[in-house]
């Protein structure tokens, strides 16, 4: 008895163990062979490793859906690597800060896409997909946090670095108290 089509019903290239996907992933991504010449090397992988005995494991069909969803996923990577080099540019002088803040919510919006992605589709995440994205956004937080104590520090020591200028160029010159540079020193480090 045939079994139905489901959309959560994992594929046979799924199922593979990590090191023979791995090594359909590359020749996927090196593209330098045809998708049969990758599904009969992958085929032949599977055999050797006693997986099946079926020297077809991988229909034509399996392969070429897994081969455009793959070409998806790497044509979303390119898309983010270049978004991110156009942000850096964007940003040129700015502080390091402004660069991390933006690759921060880049991450966050990745999360947040892939778990929308999963409810729209009406599939459920695993428990380990769930442990992987609750640790990521919670180093997602703790980047946010430290990119923003290193924004305080820099401006901290902008102020620090301000006031001592203007201590050192007024210096008691033009009748100024040092109450009065005092007091500059303080609104100084006190927006800091």
Known sequence: MNQPHT???????????????????????EGQMSQQEIRDEINQLITDAGI?????YIKRNAMSRYAMAFEKGM?????????????????????????????IEIGKSQVFDF????????????PKTMGQLALAIKRLQEAQTGSVKLEKEIRRQFAEEAADAISQELNGEDGMSEQFEARIRGILLGKA
């Open 7 to 29: 959309k959560n019903r994992k594929s046979k290239i799924d199922k593979l163990p990590d090191e023979i996907k791995s090594a359909l992933n590359l020749l996927l991504r």
């Open 52 to 56: 099946t005995d079926d020297d077809e």
């Open 75 to 103: 044509e979303n990577y390119r898309q983010t690597q270049q978004l991110t080099q156009k942000w850096v540019q964007q940003f040129g002088e700015k502080p390091q800060t402004d660069i991390a803040r933006a690759l």
């Open 115 to 126: 778990q929308m992605s999963a409810l729209e589709a009406g599939e459920t995440i695993d």
